[in-house]
């Protein structure tokens, strides 16, 4: 595959996609120079239908999740050198044929990751009312981990610099590495921008989750990652609310005022004690993690400076 080297590369990670599989290939076969399929672990024909179409397929043996699927593709990308590397699901909701209009700013040098939008440079969406509300929650909790504003944060359908591949060093176990990414590469300074793109959900295999379980999934990874990128906010703020309200309980139990009906004051005194205690224990600990997080940042940094 040496002939690859520095060329257009899509990474497409499909399960159990045989209705699909073979379309997405061939229109992106038209629009690159390389395509490859992970499969995660299918049990029907994905592969050697994707084989057929002329891809290069990676097999997991067992179904590892959305995450495993694309580091496999992007340790596969770094090997080639791909000057620009897009990555689109295989169940063909999105229009492989946008790949170029995805694809353009990074080829022309002007930013390290194209995020293809489905709430931008439209007037109208097909996407239903129930994903977009979900959508707007997971932007938001995307927004905590990384300081700039997506649309789109949950988009499978990117275009990646060589740059950002050689730095796609994440640890996400599931469909969270979209925030993920995000949010990483906002904090090594990579340059980000959003694409209008299209979608269709009438597709016959649609997603694999249901629509709740995958958003509350997501969800709890951004909670982690928010939990490990921007402690403070995971842990400072319930701390300040906790010791603020502890801090009231106690001093309204000294001035000899119940502020909770039905309360003792021995009892509100040592339930604001308790809280109190709370509230302290949490801000020492936001604080200590987010020391953590600066030395592991800086730590970070070291090692991409010294590569």
């Known amino acids: 595959m040496e002939e690859i080297k520095g060329k257009t590369v899509v990474l497409i990670p499909a399960f159990n996609e045989e209705l699909t599989i073979s379309m997405v290939v061939m229109l992106a076969k038209r629009h690159s120079d390389h395509v490859i399929v992970i499969d995660d672990g299918s049990s029907d024909r994905t592969r050697e239908l994707a084989t057929l179409a002329g891809a290069e397929v990676i097999s997991h043996s067992v179904n590892k999740g959305k995450a495993a699927a694309l580091m496999t593709g992007f340790k596969r990308a770094r090997e080639l050198e791909a000057r620009c590397t897009i990555t689109i699901d295989g169940d063909g909701q999105m229009d492989a044929d946008l790949i170029p209009q995805v694809a353009a700013p990074v080829l022309k040098g002007e930013t390290d990751l194209v995020i293809g939008s489905r709430y931008i440079g439209h007037e109208v969406t097909d996407t239903p009312r129930h994903r977009r509300a979900g959508q707007k929650v997971l932007n938001r909790a995307t927004s905590y981990s990384a300081p700039i504003d997506i649309s789109d944060s949950q988009s499978g359908f990117r275009a990646l610099s060589l740059k950002a591949i ?19 590469f906002s904090d090594i300074g990579l340059k980000m921008i959003e694409v209008p793109v299209t979608v ?40 300040s609310i906790f010791f603020i309200f502890g801090l009231i309980m106690c001093l309204a139990t000294l001035l000899e005022n119940t502020i909770i009906f039905n309360w003792t004051l021995v009892t509100q005194g040592i339930a604001g004690i308790f809280i109190l205690g709370v509230g302290i224990f949490l801000s020492f600990a936001a604080l200590i993690l987010n020391s953590l997080t600066l030395l592991m940042r800086n730590v970070e940094r070291s090692l991409r400076e010294g590569r």
Not at 166 to 184: H, W
Not at 211 to 227: E, K, P, Q, R, Y
């Open 166 to 184: 050689n730095n796609t060093n994440f640890n996400s176990n599931g469909f969270s590495i979209e925030s993920e990414m995000i949010s990483y």
């Open 200 to 239: 269709r959900y009438d597709v016959p295999n649609g997603h694999k989750q249901k629509t709740l379980n995958h958003g509350l999934s997501v969800l709890g990874g951004l909670i982690a990652l928010i939990g490990y990128r921007r402690p403070l906010i995971i842990f400072g703020i319930p701390g």
